[in-house]
């Protein structure tokens, strides 16, 4: 091997070596960005649109005694003339009452103990509670 073609050689080994310990000091730090985005979205829980058209999704199961997270959403604004935009999201059954402004997002946990269907439901608009795209099941297991 020629003079040249060793120095050629070499370099391409110093080069090659560096990308490798580049990307060997960007791997923990990608996994560790992934892992906090995960947990992120684990945080916010199952998320629940509650608009003019009612629940979705309108189901919710869990197993018992388990801490329930749901992220509320409410993407309906203020200049709705049922209850100005205003939602809710209630069970009589289970004994909580959150009210969703208009255009807001709302983090609630709860923790249901013992199995069976829970109703929930919004009685602000839309024809209220007897309206049955403004019920939802709570299903616990």
């Not at 999201?89 to 609630?108: M, N, Q, R």
């Not at 269907?117 to 509670?129: H, L, P, Q, S, T």
């Amino acid at each position: 091997m020629t003079k040249v073609k060793k120095k050629q050689a070499r370099k391409y080994l110093l080069e090659f070596t560096f990308i490798l310990i580049i990307i060997a000091a960007l791997i923990p730090l990608i996994l560790s960005i992934t892992k906090s985005m995960a947990n992120q979205e684990d945080e916010k829980g199952t998320r629940i649109e509650v608009s003019m058209a009612g629940f979705t999704p309108s189901t919710i199961e869990a197993k018992a005694g388990e801490e329930i997270t749901l992220q509320l959403i409410n993407p309906d604004n203020s200049a709705h003339s049922d209850g100005g935009g205003w939602h809710q999201f209630a069970s009589d059954e289970l004994d909580f009452d959150y009210k969703l402004s208009p255009e807001s997002t709302k983090t609630i946990k709860i923790k249901v103990n013992e199995p069976g269907e829970y109703e929930f439901y919004c009685d602000i608009c839309c024809g209220g509670r007897e309206n049955p795209t403004m019920q939802g099941k709570l299903i616990i297991t």
